[in-house]
């Protein structure tokens, strides 16, 4: 159990195009996902976290209107990026937390989407 | 300033040896710990964790001891397999459910390359 897909696995467009990465938890419900970023030879960094039904909310330095998230289902949040440019290419992955009625949960993550911007 | 810090790139180790990855800490208000290991072109799959309340935790092969004193935790992988070779990722976090959020914002060390030899 505890299945993240994540879709596309790769996607390479041109600077101005924005894309939407989908994030699907498929055999258990999640009412938080989690969006990283992680540059080459880096760690993980956490984006943004999304919350069903309300507003995500945003780390520091993340532009919101920059990376819009929706989740709108138990099961799916969507990142898009509007208006990619060469520096947003990098490797974006999404997480989904479990619903369970106690806390200390792994967050089970997808395969992630290479996003090259050219 | 990097909360979580894996100091070690690589570890090469032998088949059937015990393999020692590190990861030390400086937030004391962590006090959630996982291990996520990654395979190229996947995403990080979790491993174990281990509670602050706990000094070890034991999975299989796999074992986890964390020392809050010195806020460093360790992954023993015995015995090594050649199938164990991969990225073993660190991470931390708040159990904020504690605290009236819900569990997230995990901070994940830079990651160490693990490679078992036959």
């Known amino acids: 159990g505890a299945v993240v897909s994540q879709h596309p696995s790769r996607v390479i467009c041109k600077s101005g195009t924005s894309v939407k990465i989908e994030c699907r938890s498929l055999?258990?419900?999640?009412?938080?996902m989690f969006w990283y970023r992680q540059f080459p030879k880096q760690s993980l960094m956490l984006m943004a976290t999304?919350?069903?039904?309300?507003?995500?909310?945003?780390e520091q330095g993340v532009e919101k209107d920059k990376f819009l998230i929706n989740h709108a289902s138990l099961t799916l949040s969507t990142l898009t990026v509007t208006s990619a440019h060469p520096e947003d290419s990098s490797f974006y992955i999404c997480?989904?937390?479990?619903?369970?009625?106690?806390?200390?949960?792994?967050?089970?993550f997808g395969d992630g989407t290479r996003l090259s911007i050219l | 300033d990097q909360q979580v810090k894996q100091n070690s790139p690589s570890l090469s180790v032998q088949e059937g040896r015990i393999s020692i990855l590190n990861c030390d800490y400086t937030?004391?208000?962590?006090?959630?710990f996982l291990w996520y290991k990654k395979y190229p072109a996947e995403g990080p799959t979790f491993l174990i964790s281990?509670?602050?309340?706990?000094d070890k935790n034991e999975d299989g092969r796999f074992t986890v001891f964390l020392n809050k004193s010195a806020k460093h935790l360790s992954l023993h992988i015995v015995p090594s397999q050649p199938g164990d070779s991969a990225v073993y990722f660190c991470?931390?976090?708040?159990?904020?459910?504690?605290?009236?959020?819900?569990?997230?914002?995990?901070?994940f060390g830079k990651g160490t390359k693990l490679s078992v030899k036959p």
């Open positions: 999304s919350n069903e039904g309300s507003k995500a909310t945003y």
């Open positions: 997480s989904a937390l479990r619903d369970v009625p106690y806390s200390n949960q792994p967050q089970h």
């Open positions: 055999d258990f419900q999640a009412t938080t």
């Open positions: 991470a931390a976090s708040v159990d904020k459910v504690n605290y009236g959020g819900s569990q997230g914002n995990l901070i």
């Open positions: 937030n004391s208000m962590f006090d959630y």
């Open positions: 281990i509670s602050s309340i706990k």
